[in-house]
């Protein structure tokens, strides 16, 4: 599989990432590479084999439901860039 | 409405909050209306570092509802992160359940205008909700939003159905029964305007005859099932004219606008969603043996149409009636105490549909929360019952016993409200509208029959509505008759 600019300008945009084009074609190169190294599972025969959900063999980790009180709000809102009314403040989404 | 020409195609997505009493993956509190902010930690502000651990009561609710909608229950489920950015959602992913859901493949049966239709159940997944934004003034125009983190991982399960449904009012009672067996079986409060249900269609339109699906719109922001009723029927003629007027149905998300009761396109993004779902590192799988389910399955309360049919079977009501009580699991638990202490299922029917639903809509409140007990229509039934109030004088002290909360007999004793059921007392009252009235008594003996209303109600008048109505009739008839 290569990754076109195309491809590499869609990811950046899905990242938010403004690219110029060396940065682009720099990405492109180092990504390529690396994916062509992870194509190399490619040779491996997984006939009959499961696919792999979870490294560890290990499930149902649960917790059981019962309530207890956060983080007190001033530590949560500590780093927020803007606060307001006990609540973050952002800029205009849509 | 319906569409001479073209048959509709519907489907909905409908988010249930799970009424847990802890987050899906944090200890954090689920209750509703708090302070922005004061029920956040690290995990659910989506801090780096931070580890959700699967609340157990959350795959405990969601089998239960899979089993209640016929579904069946995977064997084994994962998480998934679907990526995308939005201030809500402080990870800046949203853990769902991509490809392995915990529940697949169920129906659950309404009963359409020409009688029962199963409408299919693709998918049950469990997922997490996003926090909530505050815009200031209207999302399109605001300058910045508030963020509050509270509602930002109560779990949430989301219920898709097949698109089985071909009319605004089947969308509407597939969403009403599907609440109904929700509440039931106790898993969410499903109050919509808490956002504790919330519903999204996909709705298509056809030439009747076609078998192939046309292109889809989705409608969101519809709060309440008149506005899902009146946003599908808006679409359907929207799009009914589109492809009238020769041209295409654009595949888009619409939104609808309750003040304008139209749904307007929420301007497409430039590139279409790609949230590159991937298995969340964090989660293990989830795992459910046939032995879970089993213990499941037989904690499953009654639902919907088993008691529906026990209303019809056990006390003869009416379909109708039966389908009213069964709306809602409080509802019925109420009837369900009543019938225990009185006889006449149709009267405390008549009552619960009446009086009691009149003023919980006026009041816009839940029957859990109204103030007159079970024991105490049960009460005010006997004093009518008794001949001391009238059917009449019962709706005053109903609707005191609602406000106040006091009992049916204390009502009626403050009031002075004892009805006059004393002959003697009635006798000289009836004598006295006969003489002041003596071309109406004309008009009753020259076959005018209806003429006896009016003199009834002069008397009820005399008495302030406080006479029995019924003796005073056989007062009056008395009367007229032998002379």
């Known amino acids: 599989m290569v990754l076109t600019k195309q491809k590499i300008e869609h990811v950046a945009m899905l990242a938010r990432l403004k690219l110029d084009d060396e940065e682009t074609e720099l990405f492109s190169e180092q990504l390529n590479s690396i994916l062509a190294y992870v194509e190399k599972l490619d040779d491996l025969n997984t006939e009959g084999i499961e696919p792999l959900v979870h490294v560890l063999p290990i499930n149902n980790v649960f917790r059981d439901d019962v309530a207890r009180p956060g983080m007190p709000r001033e530590e949560l809102l500590a780093n927020a860039t803007m606060v307001e009314e006990g609540q973050f403040k952002v800029p205009r989404i849509v | ?483």
């Open chain 2, 1 to 483: 409405m319906v569409l001479p020409n073209y048959e509709a195609v519907i489907g909905l997505e409908v988010h249930v909050e799970l009424k847990t009493q802890s987050k899906i993956f944090c200890s954090c509190s689920t209750a509703f209306g708090a302070e922005p902010n004061t029920q956040v930690c690290p995990v659910c502000a989506g801090m780096p570092g931070a580890l959700p651990v699967l609340n157990r009561q959350v795959v405990e609710f969601a089998i239960k509802t899979g089993l209640a909608l016929n579904c069946e229950i995977a064997g084994m489920s994962k998480y998934d992160r679907k990526n995308y950015f939005y201030p809500d959602l402080p990870k800046a992913y949203q853990v769902s359940q991509y490809d392995q859901p915990i529940c697949r493949t169920g129906y659950l049966e309404i009963e359409a205008e020409e009688g029962k239709k199963r409408i299919g159940i693709n998918r049950v997944h469990i997922e997490e909700d996003a926090g909530k934004l505050i815009h200031q003034g209207a999302i399109t125009t605001s300058s910045y939003s508030l963020v509050d983190l509270n509602r930002s991982g109560v779990p949430l399960l989301e219920i898709v159905s097949e698109p089985d449904l071909r009319t605004p009012r089947e969308a509407c009672l597939y969403l009403e029964k599907l609440r109904s067996v929700l509440l039931f079986l106790g898993v969410s409060d499903c109050k919509m305007e808490e956002g504790s249900l919330r519903c999204d269609a996909n709705i298509s339109i056809r030439p009747r005859g076609e078998t192939r699906l046309g292109t889809k719109a989705e409608i969101k922001n519809m709060n309440s099932f008149r506005s899902l009723e009146r946003a599908l029927e808006y679409e359907l003629t929207r799009q009914m004219e589109v492809l009238e007027d020769g041209e295409e149905v654009v595949q888009e998300t619409r939104t609808w606008d309750e003040g304008q009761q139209a749904t307007f396109s929420m301007r497409s993004k430039e590139e279409a969603d790609d949230y590159r779902y991937f298995p969340d590192p964090d989660l293990v799988p989830v795992v459910v043996d046939q032995e879970w389910v089993q213990r499941v399955r037989e904690s499953l309360p009654e639902l919907p149409d088993a008691a529906r049919q026990r209303l019809m079977e056990q006390y003869e009501l009416p379909a109708y009636d039966a389908g009213v009580l069964t709306m809602t699991r409080d509802t019925l638990d109420f009837f369900d105490e009543c019938i225990r202490h009185y006889d006449d299922a149709k009267v405390v029917s008549n009552w619960i549909m009446g009086e009691m639903s009149r003023l919980l809509n006026q009041h816009n409140l839940e029957i859990s929360a109204s103030q007159v007990s079970p024991s105490a229509l049960v009460r005010m039934l006997r004093l009518i019952d008794e001949g001391t109030i009238s059917g009449k004088m019962a709706k005053t002290v109903f609707e005191e016993m609602f406000t106040t909360g006091k009992e049916p007999d204390v009502i009626v004793k403050e009031k002075g409200m004892t009805q006059i059921s004393d002959e003697s007392a009635l006798e000289p009252l009836v004598v006295q509208v006969l003489e002041a009235n003596p071309e109406v008594v004309e008009d009753y003996r020259g076959g005018k029959t209806k003429a006896l209303g009016f003199l009834v109600g002069q008397v009820m008048k005399a008495t302030r509505g406080q006479a029995n109505p019924k003796l005073v009739n056989q007062i009056l008839k008395r009367h007229l008759d032998k002379s």
